[in-house]
């Protein structure tokens, strides 16, 4: 097998594979007020990320330590402790992060 071969065969794996290799929400919009405050806490602690609703608008969160470890997050010289709330179906302020600010 020459060079040219061994190019056109990696090129044809590389387009081949690729879609696998995107984020399993690339096509998804799913949003915090289509989930439950378990199922946001969940995906944010998965992903570090989630989608909300604004002003007609998707936007991502990406902000905070997850809740589950926030007790871990010290604050001490860096200002106080604030909480990243979201929309849900069964809580208009559920709480997924901690950050310091």
């Known amino acids: 097998m020459n060079l040219k071969s061994l190019m056109c065969i990696a090129a044809i794996a590389s387009f081949g594979f690729a879609p696998m290799m995107l984020p399993s929400n690339a096509f998804t919009q799913q949003t915090s007020d289509e989930m ?15 989608n909300v609703k604004q002003d007609g608008q998707v936007l991502p969160i990406t902000q ?24 849900t179906r069964d809580n208009p302020q559920c709480v997924i992060a901690a950050y310091c600010g």
């Open 36 to 50: 439950t405050c378990s199922e946001a806490i969940s995906h944010f602690e998965r992903s570090r990320e989630i």
């Open 64 to 87: 905070g330590t997850p809740i589950k470890q926030a007790d871990m997050l010290n604050c001490a010289g860096n200002g106080s402790r604030f909480e990243t709330m979201v929309k």
